[in-house]
């Protein structure tokens, strides 16, 4: 059982920048692809961008591209999430997620989720 703690989010305004941590616990944390999610207010979470276990493969979306940047730490057992040049159309609920597979890009092929973060980008 792997348990996924993110932090991080919050209130910025328009072309701010904020840093989501999201820390793991249980489980063998190199092991795991992961990835994070948003989720709109009454959408379904969507695929922001994922990244293998070792770190060598990354996956993206265009709508981010160039702007959130995905890494990760295995000695910390934490996943990172840059975001850079922040729109209000980023707010969100952010989620990571742990996959013991090859890195996935749908949810329902994530094994592990945290609770969520909030992020709010101010016009």
């Known amino acids: 059982q792997v348990h996924l703690v993110e932090s991080g989010g919050g209130l910025v305004q328009t072309g701010g920048s904020l840093t989501l941590s999201c820390e793991a616990s249980?489980?063998?944390?190199?092991?795991?692809?992961m990835a994070w999610f948003r989720q709109f207010p009454g959408k379904e979470r969507e695929f922001v961008t994922a990244?293998?276990?070792?770190?060598?493969?990354?996956l993206d979306v265009d709508a981010t591209k160039g702007r959130f940047a995905i890494s990760r730490d295995n000695a910390k057992s934490t996943v990172y999430l840059q975001m850079n040049s922040l729109k209000p159309e980023d707010t969100a609920v952010y989620y990571c997620?742990?996959?013991?597979?090859?890195?996935?890009?749908?949810?329902?092929?994530?094994?592990?989720w945290g609770q969520g973060t909030q992020v709010t980008v101010s016009s």
């Open positions: 997620a742990a996959a013991n597979k090859q890195i996935p890009t749908v949810a329902r092929e994530y094994d592990y």
């Open positions: 990244i293998s276990g070792n770190g060598g493969v990354k």
């Open positions: 249980g489980g063998t944390f190199s092991t795991y692809a």
